[in-house]
């Protein structure tokens, strides 16, 4: 019997995180809300994310390890900034990817 998570490309983990993708960027992980990822920090989780749905790459970087000026990441709800992608995580935690939205 297995209690793993399995997520879009079928692989399973026991333990996993997941990255609760905003509404806006869910046309790039074929309308997947959450994602389940490997990785001990937030830039190795993103990675993750990076390598099954490569739209997203442009969807939250600026450049190499660089996220753009519009994207928040919380983990855990609280918000992971400054310094976001070094932010240790484990399994069981919760990334949530924040777009802010501006306009007039």
């Known amino acids: 019997m297995?209690?793993?998570?399995?997520?879009?490309?079928?692989?399973?983990?026991?333990?996993?995180?997941?990255?609760?993708?905003?509404?806006?960027?869910?046309?790039f992980t074929n309308g997947l809300q959450v994602v389940a990822v490997e990785g001990t920090t937030v830039g190795e989780c993103l990675n993750q994310l990076v390598k099954q749905f490569p739209g997203m790459e442009k969807a939250l970087f600026a450049k190499k390890d660089k996220l753009l000026n519009t994207i928040e990441i919380y983990v855990n709800h609280?918000?992971?900034?400054?310094?976001?992608?070094?932010?240790p995580v484990k399994d069981g935690d919760e990334i949530h990817l924040i777009t802010m939205l501006a306009g007039g």
């Open 2 to 27: 297995s209690f793993g998570i399995t997520r879009s490309l079928g692989k399973e983990w026991d333990m996993a995180i997941n990255i609760h993708v905003h509404t806006t960027h869910r046309q």
């Open 78 to 87: 609280a918000s992971a900034y400054p310094n976001e992608l070094i932010k």
